[in-house]
Nanobody, 115 residues
Framework: QVQLVESGGGLVQAGGSLRLSCAASESIFSMNALYWYRQAPGKQRELVAAITRGGSTNYADSVKGRFTISRDPGKNTVYLEMNSLKPEDTAVYYC?????????WGQGTQVIVSS
């Protein structure tokens, strides 16, 4: 069973930046993909960004050009660099992986962007 621990959330003004981290309990080197999701109050969880083992990335249209996902296999950590934050980015952010055909989620980290 994989454990994921997110950190780096907080309160930031619009236009500011945050970097989220997600530390995995085991090696991420061979994981096919790693993901960041978010869930805003009263809304469904949505995919924000994904990164494959080969380093290819995909982003939700709403964050393209502002967010960057990256991974450091040496630290078993995936990151989400968030710039030019907007109030609509306010949500709980979760990382996810599915190395054994099951989905593993972290506990989430809260991001609040004030206007």
């Amino acid at each position: 069973q994989v454990q994921l621990v997110e950190s780096g959330g907080g309160l930031v003004q619009a236009g500011g930046s945050l970097r989220l981290s997600c530390a995995a309990s085991e090696s991420i080197f061979s994981m096919n993909a790693l993901y960041w999701y978010r869930q805003a109050p009263g809304k469904q969880r949505e995919l924000v960004a994904a990164i494959t083992r080969g380093g290819s990335t995909n982003y939700a249209d709403s964050v393209k050009g502002r967010f960057t996902i990256s991974r450091d296999p040496g630290k078993n950590t995936v990151y989400l660099e968030m710039n030019s934050l907007k109030p609509e980015d306010t949500a709980v952010y979760y990382c996810m992986c599915s190395p054994y055909g099951l989905d593993y989620w972290g506990q989430g980290t809260q991001v609040i962007v004030s206007s």
